[in-house]
Every structure is written in C-alpha cells, then in structure tokens.
C-alpha cells in the first residue's frame, strides 16, 4: 500500500477556490490510479474525481464537472484537486484515495487512503 497526506483545506466564501494535495509515500507511485472522495457531515462517502496513473483518463462526478480539476505529477509522487466556484453544498472532509490498476468510482475499491482535508464553504 501507500501512504497519503492530504492538504490545503480550509474555509473559503461561495465562489471561491482552493487546491488540494495529496502526497503519496513510495517508488511504485505511477502504477496506482488515484482518486479524491468527500464525506459530508451524517452523509456517506462518495467519489469526487479519478485519474488513471498517466492522467490519460479522468472522472468526475457530475456535481463538480466544469469546476473541479484533477491532476497528478508522478515525478512528485502528488496528486492535486483545484475547485472552483466552490458551494456551500461542497463542505465536506476530502479524501485521497490510490488503488494499483485502473481507476474506479466506488469506495471499497480503493485500499489506501489519507486522513483527510477539511474543506468549508461559507454561504
């Protein structure tokens, strides 16, 4: 497995932007797919954003197209998330996640994760 370090949360106005990163620990970094959940107060986790290991392939969940960014640099073992436009209804703890192989959307696919990033969105 590797290790995930998430950063860069924090409280931020509607309309605002923040970027998250995620570094991860190891020399097997570009072999894993890697992801960003959240998890909302009384809610279930659920998936954000997905990028294969090369960034050749990226998802994201509909309520954030057009104003989430993923990306990864594998000489920096580092994955990031740029949000933009951000809501009140993105409040959540982010997450990073890595799984070897290809990308996925669902939660128990993923076998490592990080501790977690507080993101606020004040109305």
């Known amino acids: 497995q590797v290790q995930l370090v998430e950063s860069g949360g924090g409280l931020v106005q509607a309309g605002g932007s923040l970027r998250l990163s995620c570094a991860a620990s190891?020399?097997?970094?570009?072999?894993?797919?890697m992801a960003w959940f959240r998890q909302a107060p009384g809610k279930e986790r659920e998936f954000v954003a997905a990028?294969?290991?090369?960034?050749?392939?990226?998802y994201y969940t509909d309520p954030v197209k057009g104003r989430f960014t993923i990306s990864r640099d594998n000489a920096k073992n580092a994955m990031y998330l740029q949000m933009d436009s951000l809501k009140p209804e993105d409040t959540a703890v982010y997450y990073c996640?890595?799984?070897?192989?290809?990308?996925?959307?669902?939660?128990?696919?993923?076998?490592?994760w990080g501790q977690g990033t507080q993101v606020t969105v004040s109305s």
């Open positions: 990028i294969n290991w090369s960034g050749s392939r990226i």
């Open positions: 190891g020399r097997t970094f570009i072999s894993y797919a």
């Open positions: 996640a890595a799984r070897r192989l290809d990308i996925a959307t669902i939660t128990s696919q993923y076998d490592s």
